[in-house]
């Protein structure tokens, strides 16, 4: 992650998108402005809205499990867990290519379960234990 972390999206993908039109979402302008910082300079919440949607997953997963394995329940602007209810949420269709390390998941939704009810760190309890388990039923996990 050291050498990556140094290097934006555009960087990585040696792709620079132009300017968002006058006329854009909030949201576009948001995922415009991140894959121009630094990898390493993302924010949970920032990591959370690139990987909702569906950017540069290969290149922020490693940088946001290594979040999560520090703390589960990491959070952008929502909630205790949105990072990791954001990477549960990503398709199957979105693998190999982007796949989620399995064993960094595994030690991830063991730390989870460990803590007990997420409503104790106040986070949803029912939103995060409904994501992984679709997770672990889409990947057979």
């Known amino acids: 992650m050291d050498e990556i972390g140094n290097l934006s999206l555009e960087q990585i ?4 998108w132009p300017d968002p039109p006058a006329d854009a979402t909030r949201l576009m302008r ?49 909630y205790p867990g949105d990072l990791l209810v ?5 398709p199957s269709s979105y ?21 007990g009810d997420p409503g104790q760190h106040f986070a949803p309890h029912e939103e995060i234990w409904k994501a992984i388990h679709n997770f672990r039923a889409d990947n057979d996990n």
């Open 30 to 78: 948001t995922v415009h402005e991140l894959r121009r910082k630094p990898i390493r300079e993302l924010t949970p919440d920032d990591l959370r809205v690139l990987i909702r949607q569906r950017e540069g997953l290969r290149a922020l997963l490693p940088r946001a499990l290594e979040l999560l394995a520090q703390d589960p329940l990491a959070e952008g602007d929502y």
């Open 86 to 90: 954001a990477i549960l949420e990503i």
């Open 13 to 16: 993908e040696e792709t620079s």
């Open 95 to 115: 693998q190999p290519e982007n796949s989620i390390p399995a064993a960094s998941m595994t030690e991830i939704l063991q730390n989870i379960e460990r803590m």
